[in-house]
């Protein structure tokens, strides 16, 4: 299970590239992540891979 709660990812120099970003994964779950150009969505997966650690 992947769970979310309240992350947030500002970078230096102030962008925030997510902002209390909550959701839940259940095992087994298949999910696609989509969205505009600068949405989080590179962010989102590096959070997830730990290659980043969330700002809060």
Known sequence: MIHFDNVSKRYA?????LSGLSFE?????M???TGHSG??????LKLLGLIERPTR
């Not at 994964?25 to 779950?29: C, D, H, K, N, R």
């Open 25 to 29: 994964v259940a095992a087994g779950e």
């Open 13 to 17: 120099g102030g962008h925030e590239a």
């Open 39 to 44: 949405a989080g969505k590179t962010t989102l």
């Open 31 to 33: 999910v696609f992540v």
